[in-house]
């Protein structure tokens, strides 16, 4: 018996608790049903003391609508389909309690009004609840974050889940709080959620001072860098982005060199900031990877502190390199002319600033033309350091700076104000991070000094072409395998896109001077003799005096052993114009009339070939459109007027040049006379040059 009664017992107990919880879990779901019935109840109550009050009626019909409309005002800080949810449930509460005062609760259609509308209002509220309370650990979890730190009158009005982060769209009590009060409880937030401080951002809504979109990131996945994966976009334009790393949110970083008229986008000069350690070098040559293995860009460095030891991998792939304060002064000194000469080629063409097409109609590639250690007075303080970034962009060109601190002592303030692109990688002080960063950035929360150097490659990036959300998001930017395999495959990689990369057009070449064809050339006959069996030269036989005179120890093998040669791009690029007329010349010597006897060409280094044309060579060119044939065989014209040359002729033009027939040559010669640029003599097939000046393309 005290067994039966001790069942009896639990029974009743659990009978209770399953009571209880049912309860729990219903009651929220009441109120909507207890509203509804109490709409009958003053619809009955109405009828029976106002049925043929019309004075009543009006009065009731007017305060329905007053109600309605300020529903709907009042809850405009709500989403939207919110908003209209709560509207629609009081303008059919309220037009049905008139309908029902006037007509009876359950008179004809009033009633079925209320039994069919007043279920469907009901259960809507309803299911609006188990949705909502569905997700109560994240909505629910938001409010009461909000009322720990003082925001309790904040209401989310729109939220989005990303991976890991968790973006809500906050509208603050108008009149009581700004964006700006928002930003400064960052910390405190990151406090109560117990997340880095760098893992809350407040970014104020352009359009309303008192909106904010607050990021929250749960998990830290730039916790351990990313290895770099190889080439995004390999052999394609370097207009396609230039992929760095990740996002805190597991989205490529990624931002742009050229600028794209169509978007619109402009083109940037490039700053990487950062304290010793941090990851600036590194960072760079991510990007300097990405541009060697794209088909339109040239690559020019200079580094005068370090040398060889931050680039000496990529060395071979890049157009130009200096690393010497000589050297590096050298580079600045021909920017100038580069930037004018391009700058005047790309308007003669209508070209408004640098676009793939300039590569593929006309071959002028996007020349990036960076500076380690920009902090160093060769760099720093060469006076045509603010004449390039104030004109680069425009010709195609992109300046590129890495120092530890963009300070007013380090680099003019005017000269960084033309750096549209950062890199704000770890640093020692708050104040660093100004120099590089706009205030929005840091107000939204961007704070590289958190990491300082121990998470290097971390940064914060603002550039054209990324959204001004993602200024403010941490990134960190892809990690180089150190080990010698690594880097040798890194090494075979440059090698393998040789034939890839652009070479400088005959403007460019001829505009960098001296001292650019001097590393050129030393270049080149290093290619030269280690393609016949010859040990390369020391990289230092080469003079690069800042004077026009050059002295080549080793001069570059641009003569012709046996027959007609064929060159390569690179080879091209490296002739000065006497070389590159002479050769042309040489390649149709037969007419005596145009070839000066006494113009002879250097003569092959001991043991190496030429290449006549029924070889295969290992630098052919590969086949030229027509609009690519054009543009070559326009540039030669220029380069044999550069060099003193006033007749041009088809037998000068072999097929070499622009891989046509002499027929085609021929025909593009009588256009270009057309057009202005030659001049028919009285012999057939003879052509005078008219100079530049007075011929508009």
């Keep these: 018996m005290a067994a039966t009664n001790s069942l009896r017992k639990e029974g009743a107990d659990i009978g209770a608790q399953i009571g209880k919880w049912v309860a729990a879990r219903t009651a929220p779901f009441l109120p909507p049903w207890l509203i509804v019935g109490a709409l009958g109840g003053a619809a009955a109550l109405g009828h029976v003391h106002f049925e043929d009050n019309t004075a009543a009626t009006a009065i009731m019909g007017a305060t329905a609508t007053a109600v309605t409309a300020a529903t709907w005002q009042e809850a405009s800080r709500r989403s939207p389909r919110l908003r209209g949810h709560a509207t629609l449930s009081v303008a059919a509460a309220t037009a049905y309690v008139t309908a029902g005062t006037v007509a009876g609760p359950l008179a004809g259609g009033v009633g079925t009004m209320y039994a069919i509308g007043g279920s469907a209002l009901a259960l809507s509220w309803n299911v609006r609840y188990a949705l909502r309370n569905s997700a109560e650990a994240e909505t629910s979890g938001g409010d009461k974050l909000l009322d720990m730190v003082g925001m309790a009158k904040a209401n989310v009005v729109k939220g989005n889940v990303e991976g890991s982060r968790v973006d809500a769209v906050l509208q603050l009590e108008p009149g009581k709080m700004t964006a700006a009060d928002a930003q400064n409880k960052a910390g405190l937030i990151a406090s109560a959620a117990g997340i880095p401080a760098t893992a809350v951002r407040m970014t104020a809504d352009p359009d309303d001072h008192s909106r904010v979109t607050m990021s929250l990131v749960a998990q830290d996945v730039l916790k351990k860098p990313t290895p770099w994966p190889g080439p995004s976009a390999p052999g394609g334009s370097v207009a396609k982005p230039i992929v760095m790393g990740i996002c805190e949110d597991g989205v490529p970083l990624e931002f742009y060199l050229p600028g794209d008229p169509d978007v619109p986008r402009n083109a940037s000069h490039i700053m990487w900031a950062g304290m010793n350690g941090s990851g600036k070098s590194e960072g760079f040559t991510v990007m300097a990877l990405e ?32 690393t010497t304060p000589k050297g590096v002064e050298a580079m600045l000194d021909a920017l100038p002319h580069v930037i004018r000469a391009r700058a005047d080629k790309l308007g003669r063409l209508g070209y408004k600033q640098w676009v793939p097409e300039c590569w593929t109609k006309h071959r002028i590639p996007l020349l990036v033309a960076h500076f380690e250690e920009a902090a160093d007075s060769t760099v720093a303080d060469n006076p045509n350091l603010k004449p390039i970034a104030q004109q680069a962009r425009s010709a195609g060109v992109i300046l590129s700076v890495s120092l530890q601190r963009a300070s007013g002592t380090n680099v003019d303030t005017d000269v960084r104000s033309e750096f549209g692109t950062g890199f704000m990688f770890g640093c020692q002080k708050p104040v660093d991070a100004t120099f590089v960063l706009n205030d929005e950035t840091i107000e939204a929360g961007a704070n590289p000094q958190a990491w300082k150097n121990s998470k290097p490659g971390s940064c914060y990036v603002q550039s054209p072409g990324r959204s001004l959300a993602r200024w403010a998001t941490p990134n960190r930017t892809f990690r180089l395998d150190p080990s010698e395999e690594a880097r040798r495959e890194i090494r075979e990689l440059i090698s393998l896109y040789k034939g890839i990369r652009a070479t400088a057009d005959p403007v460019t070449a001829r505009a960098a001077g001296s001292a650019y064809a001097a590393y050129r050339a030393n270049a080149t006959a290093r290619a030269v003799e280690e393609r016949a069996g010859v040990p390369a030269p020391r990289t230092d036989v080469v003079s690069r005096d800042r004077t026009p005179e050059v002295e080549i120890v080793d001069e570059p093998s641009f003569a ?115 057009e202005g640029r030659l001049r028919e003599t009285q012999t057939a097939g003879r052509y005078d040059i008219v100079p530049a000046d007075g011929y508009a393309a």
């Design 291 to 322: 541009v060697l293995t794209r088909s339109d860009a040239l690559l020019w460095v200079g580094d005068p502190s370090k040398g060889r030891q931050t680039l000496g991998d990529i060395a071979h792939g890049l157009d130009w390199m200096e």
């Design 560 to 674: 012709v052993a046996e027959g007609p040669r064929r060159y390569s791009d690179a080879e091209l690029a490296a002739m000065t114009d006497e070389q590159l007329a002479a050769a042309v010349l040489a390649s149709g010597a037969d007419d005596d009339l145009i070839v000066d006897p006494d113009a002879d060409l250097p003569e092959l280094p001991e043991g190496a070939e030429g290449v006549t044309l029924g070889e295969p060579s290992p630098f052919a060119r590969r086949e030229l459109t027509e609009d690519e044939a054009y543009a070559e065989l326009l540039a030669l014209v220029d380069a044999l007027e550069a060099a003193g040359h006033t007749q041009i002729g088809p037998r000068h033009i072999t097929k070499q040049w622009t891989g046509r027939s002499r027929s085609w040559v021929s025909r593009t010669l009588n256009r270009l006379a057309d």
